[in-house]
């Protein structure tokens, strides 16, 4: 064995954490705030050091986590949510993001949502291949690596501004979605490191904010 390795066998846990919400415990709300408002700002630091596989890797998982919240909404009533496998995995959180978009595809009413899966799936899918293929050559992938660093720069990019358009549907959905008024876990303005604007709905002495009283962030 080379000097330096370690002979310690890789320890995984083979237990899926369950996604908290902002209700189940105190300061759940606060953290989930800070840890997404951090990872917006790593985004930005890595986006503009040219880091951009950091960059999409962590857009993913922030868009994953917006729509993760939506799904366990979605199914906290629905009439099939225990008896079927694919929906009770939904509940518990951590699912990858195309599983999400699918469940979504099926589950979700609201228009400028579906709009939005559609236009995440089309990233996704550069995603992956930025992600996945890299390092790869084959018969039809030949790109030098100039030219698959900037697709990775053109996908981080695009990935920030499907971010910000799915945060944009869920801070109205989080706020005007069923007659009650919460706050969106990224509310007032956790993405604000990505230039997303702060919300207008959390604005002090906004009219929307007046009428109703503010519900635990999720």
């Not at 800070?34 to 890595?46: D, G, H, V």
């Not at 009770?88 to 699912?95: I, M, P, V, W």
């Not at 695009?158 to 549907?169: A, K």
């Amino acid at each position: 064995m080379k000097e330096g390795r370690s002979s310690q066998p890789l320890v995984t846990n083979s237990v899926k954490p369950k996604r908290i919400s902002a209700s189940s415990a105190p300061g759940v709300g606060a953290a989930r705030f800070n840890l997404l408002w951090k990872t917006a700002e790593r985004i930005a630091m890595a986006n503009s050091a040219g880091y951009y596989l950091e960059a999409t890797t962590l857009i993913e998982s922030l868009v994953a986590d917006r729509l993760e919240k939506r799904v366990q909404f979605l199914l906290a009533d629905h009439a099939e949510a225990e008896s079927k496998k694919v929906f009770r995995e939904a509940r518990k959180g951590f699912a990858e993001l195309g599983t999400l978009t699918k469940l979504l595809s099926t589950l979700e009413k609201d228009e400028a949502l579906r709009a939005s899966l559609v236009v995440i799936d089309e990233w996704r899918r550069g995603r992956n291949k930025v992600i996945h293929q890299m390092a790869k050559l084959g018969d039809t992938v030949r790109d030098t690596w100039d030219e698959r660093l900037a697709n990775a720069r053109k996908v981080a990019a695009r990935g920030i501004s499907v971010l910000c358009e799915v945060d944009l549907v869920d801070r109205r959905l989080s706020h005007d979605g069923r007659g009650v008024q919460f706050a969106s876990a990224t509310c007032p303005n956790a993405l604000e490191p990505l230039g997303q604007a702060p919300c207008d709905w959390c604005a002090p002495g906004s009219a929307a904010r007046a009428r109703s009283t503010v519900r635990p962030r999720r």
